[in-house]
C-alpha cells in the first residue's frame, strides 16, 4: 500500500544510513519512487508468509547492491522501504565532467528501477512495479528523506496507467540534456522515449526505463514480458476495465522496448 504523504518523507527501513546519517546536507541527484501494481489484498491470494518473503528478498538484493556501490565511493544510493514502496536516491562525486555529474544519477536511477522490476518478476508472487524518477535536490538524514526531488516524486509515481517507471519533466530535462551532449546508441538500452498515459486521460512524452537487460536477447525479453503482463491477470480485479487498460498500455510499451537496443550477432 503507497504511503501517506507524511509518510513518504520517512523510511521504516533504509540502506546507506551510516554514511549519510552523521552529516545531513543538501544533495544533488534523481529519486526513484516505485510502488507495486495490484499489491492491496495479495496477502489473500498468496499468503502473508510468501509476501512477505518476496518483499524481504526485494529489500535484501536492493541493500546488497547499494552497500557493494556505496564502498567504492563514485556512487552514492540510498533507499527506504515501506511495505511495497521502494524509494531509492542516487548522487555521484564530484568530477570534472559538469554535465555528466548531474544527468548520470538519471541513468543510474533508470538502471537500478530496471533491476528491480525484473527481480520483481523472478519469482511468485510476481509483482510489476510503476513509479517515477525525478531529479534535483534533497536532504537525508538516517530515515528522513526531505527536498525538491523526493516531493515530485511523490506527486506523480501514481499517476501512470500502466507498469512505467517514467522521467519527471526534471529528470526528463537532464536526459534530452545527456543526450544532445554526447548521443549514443548504447542510451536505447536504459531509457526508451514514449508517451506515458496517465490518469484523467492525459498522456506525457518522456522516457521510461527498460525492464530488459541489456545483455538479454530475444526469447529472455519475451519472457520478462509475458511474466510482467501475467501479473495483471491474476486476482478478483484481473477482469475489470482499468486494470485491463493498465495491462493494454503496458503491453504497447513492451511491444516498444522488447526491440529498442536489443543487439543482433
Known amino acids: 500500500m503507497p504511503p501517506r504523504d ?6 521504516a527501513m533504509s540502506a546507506g544510513d551510516e ?10 541527484g534523481a529519486v526513484v519512487v516505485l510502488d507495486a501494481l495490484g499489491f492491496k489484498g495479495i496477502w489473500k491470494r498468496a499468503g502473508n508468509k510468501a509476501v512477505l518473503r518476496k518483499l524481504t528478498t526485494l529489500r535484501d538484493r536492493a541493500v546488497a547492491h547499494i552497500d557493494r556501490y556505496n564502498k567504492v565511493g563514485l556512487v552514492t544510493f540510498h533507499a527506504a522501504f515501506f511495505s511495497d514502496t521502494i524509494i531509492i536516491t542516487v548522487e555521484i562525486a564530484a568530477i570534472p565532467n559538469e554535465i555528466v555529474r548531474r544527468t548520470a544519477p538519471v541513468a543510474i536511477a533508470a538502471e537500478r528501477a530496471s533491476a528491480i522490476i525484473e527481480e520483481a518478476l523472478e519469482q511468485a508472487p510476481r509483482l510489476s512495479y510503476r513509479g517515477c524518477i525525478a531529479a534535483g535536490t534533497f536532504e537525508i538524514d538516517g530515515q528522513f528523506i526531505v527536498g525538491e526531488a523526493i516531493d515530485e516524486a511523490a506527486e506523480h509515481y501514481e499517476l501512470a496507467e500502466g507498469a512505467f517507471v517514467w522521467l519527471t519533466p526534471s529528470a526528463k530535462a537532464l536526459w534530452e540534456e545527456a543526450l544532445a551532449d554526447e548521443p ?3 542510451t536505447d538500452d536504459i531509457l526508451v522515449p514514449h508517451s506515458v498515459p496517465l490518469k484523467g486521460g492525459q498522456a506525457y512524452d518522456t522516457y521510461v526505463a527498460s525492464p530488459f537487460d541489456p545483455t538479454d536477447m530475444l526469447p529472455e525479453r519475451g519472457d520478462l514480458a509475458t511474466r510482467l503482463l501475467s501479473t495483471f491477470d491474476s486476482g478478483p480485479m484481473a477482469k475489470a476495465l482499468r486494470v485491463q487498460v493498465k495491462r493494454q498500455n503496458t503491453a504497447a ?7 529498442r537496443g536489443l543487439k543482433f550477432p
Open 253 to 259: 510499451f513492451l511491444k516498444r522496448a522488447t526491440l
Open 184 to 186: 549514443s546508441d548504447e
Open 6 to 11: 507524511e509518510e513518504r518523507k520517512h523510511g
Open 19 to 28: 554514511a549519510l546519517a552523521t552529516s545531513p546536507t543538501v544533495r544533488t
